[in-house]
C-alpha cells in the first residue's frame, strides 16, 4: 500500500491493494475508484484533497509521499 500527494495537482491517491485496475469509477466529487475485474478496490485518487482533509485530518495528507509533475 502507498499513499501519494501531488501538492501542484491537489491530488491525493491511497492504493490499497497490489493488482492490474480493470476499471474506474467515478464517484461524487471526482473521487475515482479504481478496481480489478474481480471487484477488488485497487485505489482511490481525490482530487481537491486539501479542501476534503483540513483540520486533524490532514495529517492524511502530511504523511502521504509528495510527489512533483514535471
Do not use: Q
Not at 481537491?48 to 492524511?60: I, Q, Y
Amino acid at each position: 500500500m502507498e499513499t501519494w500527494y501531488d501538492k501542484e495537482e491537489d491530488i491525493l491517491n491511497i492504493e490499497l491493494n497490489t493488482g492490474e485496475s480493470w476499471k474506474s469509477i467515478e464517484l461524487a466529487e471526482g473521487i475515482v475508484i479504481d478496481v480489478t475485474k474481480e471487484g477488488k478496490i485497487v485505489s482511490f485518487e481525490i482530487p481537491h484533497a486539501s479542501k476534503f482533509f483540513t483540520g486533524d485530518v490532514k495529517k492524511v495528507i502530511e504523511k502521504a509521499k509528495i510527489v512533483v509533475n514535471h
